[in-house]
């Protein structure tokens, strides 16, 4: 599956985490190395870089920026799959790699 240009909302997140339900996480590169960035509700801003593991997995490392002025980086495994709707959503397995170094899961809609 080819990620360029391709945006997913958020729609279920562990408690533990950081994004809501008005956080968009766009892909702008999907070559050797995928490029994306998220933002919105609880985000200001965050940026992902990401390989391909298989063709619908990724790995990837992510950076962002909170509202209430925290920096975070963690770590996340990504599958693409259609949920029971039939939409395309990107099921993150992640862990924090600050803070706490806590774990948890979050999905995501294609929009």
């Known amino acids: 599956m080819k990620l360029t240009g391709l945006a997913f909302k958020a729609v279920a997140n562990s408690k533990n985490g950081s994004l809501n339900s008005n956080t968009i996480m766009r892909f702008t590169s999907d ?3 995928i490029i994306g960035s998220y933002s919105g509700g609880t ?8 390989k391909r593991l298989s063709e619908s997995e990724i790995e ?7 509202t209430a002025g925290q920096v975070q980086a963690g770590k996340a495994h990504a599958r ?3 949920n029971a709707d039939g939409r395309m959503s990107m099921y993150l397995e992640w862990q924090w790699l600050t803070g706490d170094c806590s774990s948890g899961h979050s999905e995501w809609v294609l929009v």
Not at 60 to 66: I, S
Request: glycine share 10%; charged share 15%.
């Open 31 to 33: 070559d050797d190395v």
């Open 80 to 82: 693409f799959r259609p």
């Open 60 to 66: 990837m490392l992510y950076q962002g920026a909170t």
């Open 43 to 50: 985000i200001v801003a965050g940026h992902v870089l990401a």
